[in-house]
């Protein structure tokens, strides 16, 4: 410990790179896919959000019910809060509309609430409001179902690790946690402005500056504790390009990129043309050009112009919060479209956006030993069977 310490004091540049451990191959293999949980018609998942949501609606207070219920149900580690705030807005006739955000949080056992750095993946559940009966499913109910996934993906190995490390305080850059905002109140609701717009990022970033830790803590308030904010947003689209938008976390967005680029040369990208069952219905074998998502792994330090797109991340990173954008550029061809439903989904793409970013959140934690697949695959199989039994159990009784 006292050693470890000392290192830190004398190169923290070289330990952070000691302390980052690749994912192997087995576990890039391994890594569950949502398969029919986000089934657009009846999937556990990603059904339920494919309707519209508009905050302070009927619809909207269903899809966070929905969160909760999730993860009240399946993740009970994770601590739930509601975050709430009211405004007008421009077509509320001068009402008051209810913005309501959900943070999920998993901070190692025994740690204090000020010490823990959170990695924080981010995307928002509201839609909307125009077109009429508008879905937005690449906007952002594919992105919220795939943060769903991936905290049932790492939670049981999280367990582990925590139990194998002592609450992770041996982590050389202090004790990690994991943070997932649902954000309400992303769309305008008549055109974007400054004030019609972010409704539930504006209140959140605002309260968190001002919602100070206990003095001796490592990190000032929730924002400083933040080490790196991932929005997802308008994913679920054939052939996105997500540009690097921020030289500041470019060596974040590097790591994603090259996630990226190991899980395609294993061959586990079903959206690639060179994927194995890609391949199998086509009579020309040879290999084809693969595009990647995340287009800019190489780019110079020079090229990075500034501005960027308006979204959730804009009141955090104004008050020094990093930001990796994962946003294609362009836009998908569906974008405030009444066609951003789900049958528009390229859901070859959906699941390869939701692996990769579990495992890039699984990396981050440092989590590749502590992952049981077996026992995954056992508890699947389990519930299936008691779901059979229990529906022959029905059929019996007259
Ligand atoms: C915030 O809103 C949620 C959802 O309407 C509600 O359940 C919760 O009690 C509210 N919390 C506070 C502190 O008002
Ligand atoms: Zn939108």
């Known amino acids: 410990m006292f050693l470890s310490r000392l290192f830190l004091v004398l190169s923290p540049l070289l330990s952070r790179a000691a302390a980052y451990h690749k994912l192997s191959d087995e576990t890039l293999k391994q890594l569950p896919r949502p398969g029919a949980e986000f089934d657009i018609k009846n999937g556990a998942l990603l059904a339920p959000i494919l309707r519209p949501r508009v905050s302070g609606t009927e619809g909207n207070v269903a899809v966070r019910q929905h969160f909760v219920d999730f993860f009240r149900n399946n993740l009970p580690e994770w601590t739930l809060e509601f975050h709430n705030s009211t405004s007008p807005t421009p077509t509320s006739n001068g009402k008051e509309v209810p913005f309501v955000n959900l943070i999920l949080t998993r901070d190692p056992p025994g740690t204090h609430v000020g010490d823990v750095g959170r990695l924080t993946m981010v995307a928002h559940y509201d839609s909307k409001l125009t077109p009429k009966g508008f879905i937005g499913a690449t906007d952002s109910a594919a992105p919220c179902a795939m943060l769903m996934h991936m905290a049932k993906t790492i939670d049981a190995a999280l367990t582990k690790r925590w139990k194998a490390s002592g609450s992770g305080l041996d982590d050389l850059d202090g004790p990690k946690g994991v943070q997932i905002l649902l954000l309400d109140g992303e769309e305008a609701f008549k055109s974007w402005t400054d004030t019609d717009s972010l409704y539930g990022s504006r209140a959140l970033a605002e309260d968190w500056e001002y919602s100070f830790h206990p003095a001796m803590s490592t990190y000032r308030n929730p924002l400083d504790a933040i080490s790196l904010f991932v929005l997802l947003d308008l994913l679920g689209s054939k052939n996105p390009t997500v540009p690097s938008y921020f030289k500041t976390t470019h060596w974040a967005y590097k790591n994603m990129a090259d996630i990226e680029a190991r899980l395609r040369k294993l ?132």
């Open 267 to 398: 061959g586990l990208f079903k959206s690639s043309p060179n994927h194995p069952a890609n391949m199998a219905k086509r009579k020309n074998k040879k290999p084809r050009r693969e595009p990647n998502f995340l287009t800019e792994a190489d780019k110079k330090d020079g090229s990075f112009l500034g501005g960027g797109i308006e979204d959730d991340h804009v009141p955090f990173m104004a008050r020094g919060v990093d930001i990796l954008h994962i946003i294609p550029s362009p836009f998908p061809k569906v974008w405030h479209e009444l066609i951003d439903d789900g049958e528009h989904l390229d859901m070859n793409t959906v699941e390869d956006w939701t692996v990769l970013v579990a495992a890039f959140v699984a990396e981050w934690m440092e989590l590749d030993e502590f992952f049981d697949f077996k026992a995954g695959k056992r508890e699947e199989k389990v519930k299936a069977e008691t779901v059979h039994e229990q529906g022959k159990t029905e059929f019996e009784i007259p």
